[in-house]
């Protein structure tokens, strides 16, 4: 295709610039985007359309966990691509059935079903339990617990259990009965559920909230106070699960099963599929018609979602975000000792944070300088979603410039201060 290096209105302008003023003009203005736009990938590599190369730690924001451009997969696209992409749920796919038993060995839950995202993975999720509260207890059973600092997702079931008011803002009344605790109050968990609640939600380590891991006993209390009002539990895996902790579940990581689990973001390699998986006996809630969807379950996306399994297992991945995830944690936690505005590593694995104890809004605007990429979650929080794919060497060039960056942001808050109690003084 002839490009167009023309402004709309004007002369000659860059791609870049061709890019950001198009969309400027006809997006929707939902999103505040960084001051890069990426044309390719190669394994843990993107290039802008100058050819310059960035480290990707952030994979799509939790998505391309096999990197860019992985043989197998680009493969197994083009292949499936030529005999159908697209089959409705009317009809019966030779990949749909195979992808839910997968993923219901891998898990030890008993049945599956594919959405195209993590809010809709959550919706579905939220549906069912409220089916199966119908059943156990009437319509009064229709209450949820979820957690502050939580994010599950932008529809509206899944932002009324997202406990976060920059998200909620503007669009009240939200559905449902959700009361809010504190992540890892067992005390407030005992109190707020109850034979009327239907359902206590939990992300296992809070993404969008800062990569905050719930405790090992938050977790239990959890399940136990579930089991003892016959409510379900339910952990949103969608950014922690799928082998960012080095297990498959992020539950298997902390050792505390739910009843439901909802995934999305890496299980097709960067193809839109979700899916919850849920217990056989939460599962007879639904049967044909409560729930369904045009195109999840697709015969494209589930065969590549099995390449992805099949890729993480015979290429030992998870071994490997074990091995640099505990390089990563400890190269982190260096930063912590020796820089003052470095407050905190948080997370395991391939889902790490650094926390600041400044604005760290400037770390991403100065690593893309640098040649790589991450973001910031609430203001002062560094966010790391890796590519499996990540060797200790990548590591050390995002340390590298964590460091430059530490020390000048660092160096700046003191000579900051000091002409502040210089002012004072006079
Ligand atoms: N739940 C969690 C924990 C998430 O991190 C996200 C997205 O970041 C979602 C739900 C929503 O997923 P999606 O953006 O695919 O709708």
Not at 18 to 35: D, H, K, N
Not at 179 to 206: G, M, W, Y
Not at 270 to 299: C, D, I, Q, R, Y
Request: glycine share 10%; aromatic share 8%; hydrophobic share 40%.
């Amino acid at each position: 295709m002839e490009r167009n290096f023309y402004s709309i209105q004007d002369g000659p302008m860059s791609t870049y610039q061709e890019i950001v003023e198009r969309e400027q003009q006809f997006l929707l203005g939902t999103y505040a985007r960084y001051p890069l736009a990426l044309q390719r990938g190669k394994g843990v590599y993107l290039f802008d359309f100058e050819g310059n190369k960035y480290l990707d730690m952030l994979s799509g924001l939790g998505v391309n966990a096999l990197g860019h451009a992985h043989p197998r997969i680009v493969k197994v696209i083009r292949d499936q691509a030529a005999k159908v992409i697209h089959l409705s749920n009317l009809y019966y796919n030779e990949y749909q059935g195979l992808l839910a038993e997968k993923l219901c060995k891998l898990s030890g839950l008993q049945r599956a079903f594919f959405s195209n995202s993590g809010t809709e993975a959550i919706e579905g999720a939220l549906k069912l339990v409220r089916a199966a509260g119908h059943d156990r207890g009437g319509e009064a059973k229709s209450k949820v617990v979820a957690l502050d600092g939580s994010f599950h997702g932008r529809t509206l079931g899944a932002l009324s259990l997202t406990g976060q008011p920059k998200y909620r803002k503007n669009f009240d009344p939200l559905p449902g009965a959700v009361q809010f605790i504190d992540r890892n109050d067992i005390e407030q968990l005992n109190a707020a559920v109850s034979d009327e609640t239907c359902a206590i939600v939990i992300e296992p380590i809070q993404g969008e909230g800062g990569i905050r891991p719930a405790s090992v006993e938050f977790l239990k209390a959890a399940r136990e106070a579930a089991t003892r009002h016959n409510a379900a539990l339910i952990f949103d895996e969608i950014q922690c699960g799928m082998g960012r902790t080095g297990t498959m579940f992020a539950f298997q990581y902390f050792g505390v099963k739910p009843d439901v689990v909802c995934l999305a973001k890496p299980i097709a390699a960067g193809l839109p599929l979700g899916a919850f998986l849920v217990t056989e006996e939460l599962g007879a809630a639904m049967s044909a018609g409560k729930h369904g969807t045009t195109f999840g379950g697709g015969p494209l996306a589930s065969r590549v979602a099995l390449e992805y399994f099949a890729i993480l297992e015979e290429e030992h991945r998870l071994e490997q975000v074990q091995r640099v995830g505990a390089y990563f944690t400890a190269e982190l936690q260096n930063l912590v000792d020796k820089f003052e505005i470095a407050v905190e590593q948080r997370g395991v694995g391939m889902i790490q944070a650094l926390e600041l104890s400044v604005p760290a809004k400037g770390f991403v605007e100065g690593a893309i300088a640098e040649g790589v990429l991450w973001n910031v979650t609430q203001e002062n929080v560094i966010r790391f979603l890796p590519p499996f794919l990540t060797e200790e060497k990548h590591i050390d060039k995002g340390i590298k410039t964590l460091k430059k960056l530490l020390k000048a942001t660092q160096k700046e808050a003191k000579a900051a201060k000091k002409a502040e109690s210089a002012v004072a003084a006079q």
